[in-house]
């Protein structure tokens, strides 16, 4: 079974501030992790994904996030905050498969604020 | 490359009625496709997977005969609410699996579709 807890559903910075947005997960098998941003009414996009091969990822708008094994963790970073990433931020697990991804579960998401 | 068209993107019906949403991989074939539930401020709840040419799979705790999921080929999948009820509202958005052009492996989601049943 695999499951994704993300810590804090809302955080709020300042422009040009660190984003910080935590997620661990649990997975019996060696995991495909993914963070996806969601604007209001629209689907989801996704911003990178790790799929066992280099455990820094680099994604788009300048996200980045590390797959740490021993910790269980794949939280995702920005270094400057803007006001357009201002959304709401799933990771997402699958079991790795050949032939393709599995079902991603997601976690409960969290909102970003970014204020002046 | 890669994309998928959800449509249609917002329907409102009366309850008691049926609303079908149409999943399409649209430079892709799709071997499996994935239907996904979302309530406002909520996570997305998985509710089955498709595979091209066979039954649903459904989670757990989700009517089959309630939501009916098609997957007759390879670049279509469809989820028909039967009998929508103002608690079916909701935000349903599909994802589809396959191989893209560079033969690579692809997972993308659609743009969703908002259900409001009257």
């Known amino acids: 079974a695999q499951s994704v807890t993300q810590l804090g559903s809302h955080v709020s910075v300042s422009e040009g501030a660190l984003v910080l947005l935590r997620c661990n997960y649990s997975?019996?098998?060696?995991?495909?992790l993914f963070w996806y941003v969601q604007y209001p009414n629209q689907g989801l996009q996704l911003l990178l994904k790790?799929?066992?091969?280099?455990?820094l990822v680099k994604g788009i708008n300048g996200f980045e996030a590390e797959f740490k094994k021993s910790e269980t963790s794949f939280h995702l970073t920005k270094p400057s905050a803007h006001m357009s990433d201002a959304a709401e931020y799933f990771c997402?697990?699958?079991?790795?498969?050949?032939?393709?991804?599995?079902?991603?579960?997601f976690g409960a998401g969290t909102r970003l604020a970014v204020h002046p | 490359g890669a994309v998928v068209s959800q449509h249609p993107s917002w329907v409102i019906c009366k309850s008691g009625t049926s609303v079908k949403i149409e999943c399409r991989s649209l430079?892709?074939?799709?071997?499996?496709m994935f239907w996904y539930r979302q309530f406002p401020k909520q996570s997305l709840m998985l509710m089955a997977t498709?595979?091209?040419?066979?039954?649903?799979?459904?989670e757990q705790g989700v009517e089959k005969d309630k939501f009916l999921i098609n997957h007759a080929s390879l670049t279509l999948s469809t989820l028909t609410v039967t009998s929508a009820h103002p608690e079916d509202s909701s935000f349903y958005i599909c994802?589809?699996?396959?191989?893209?052009?560079?033969?690579?492996?692809?997972?993308?989601f659609g743009a969703g579709s908002r259900l409001t049943v009257l």
């Open positions: 997975s019996s098998v060696p995991p495909y």
């Open positions: 997402a697990v699958s079991a790795s498969l050949s032939g393709g991804y599995n079902k991603l579960i």
């Open positions: 498709s595979n091209e040419g066979s039954k649903a799979t459904y």
């Open positions: 994802s589809a699996r396959g191989q893209g052009s560079s033969g690579a492996n692809v997972l993308t």
């Open positions: 790790y799929t066992s091969a280099a455990t």
């Open positions: 430079d892709f074939q799709a071997t499996t």
